[in-house]
């Protein structure tokens, strides 16, 4: 059943685009807003994505894929 317009809180999560070592790409990977942030950066969103990956292809029977980059949807590059 489909939520209504408006019960979900704005800024709960981050997405980011992740490219893989084989130049896969998946786009708009959810991360918690809280892990993100502080003197870390976006280095957190990177564990949790991996984390999610290895639980993913556990699951599948797979290797993971090696993680090539990680950006942030939205963010402009400087």
């Known amino acids: ?3 209504k317009p408006g019960t979900n809180p704005k800024g709960e999560f981050a997405f980011f685009n992740v490219v893989y070592e084989d130049d896969s790409q998946r786009s708009n990977r959810r991360v918690p807003s809280e892990l993100i942030g502080g ?4 280095e957190p969103a990177r564990g949790f994505i991996l ?4 639980e993913i292809a556990e699951k599948s029977g797979r290797t993971p894929l090696a993680i090539k ?3 942030r949807v939205g963010v402009k590059k400087k």
């Open 51 to 54: 984390e999610q990956d290895r």
């Open 39 to 42: 003197l870390d950066g976006e």
């Open 1 to 3: 059943m489909a939520k």
């Open 69 to 71: 980059s990680i950006s």
